[in-house]
Nanobody, 123 residues
């Protein structure tokens, strides 16, 4: 069992940056592949980025590639999402998720989820 808590969301102007954090407790997060997803009002939850437990491989949605960077610090049990060049279309609740065996974009394959953190980008 692992508990995930996101932080770092807020209100930012278009073109700005935010860094989200996801702190894991319970079983060490180094045992899990981690992902970030987001959900805008009236839309389905969508994949943003993922990182393997060793951080050797990362994956990104096309919409954020080149602007967002996922990273992790297993010593701190924390995963990060650095978001640059933010656009109003990035406005959503951002969730982190953990999987013991899957690495990728399918939200149904993740075992644990955080409660989310709101990101709002104004134009």
């Amino acid at each position: 069992q692992v508990q995930l808590v996101e932080s770092g969301g807020g209100l930012v102007q278009a073109g700005g940056s935010l860094r989200l954090s996801c702190a894991a407790s319970g079983r060490t997060c180094s045992a899990y592949h981690m992902g970030w997803f987001r959900q805008a009002p009236g839309k389905e939850r969508e994949f943003v980025a993922a990182i393997t437990w060793s951080a050797v491989s990362t994956y990104y949605a096309n919409s954020v590639k080149g602007r967002f960077t996922i990273s992790r610090d297993n010593a701190k049990n924390t995963v990060y999402l650095q978001m640059n060049s933010l656009e109003p279309e990035d406005t959503a609740v951002y969730y982190c998720a953990a999987s013991s065996s899957y690495r990728g974009s399918d939200r149904g394959r993740y075992d644990y989820w955080g409660q989310g953190t709101q990101v709002t980008v104004s134009s």
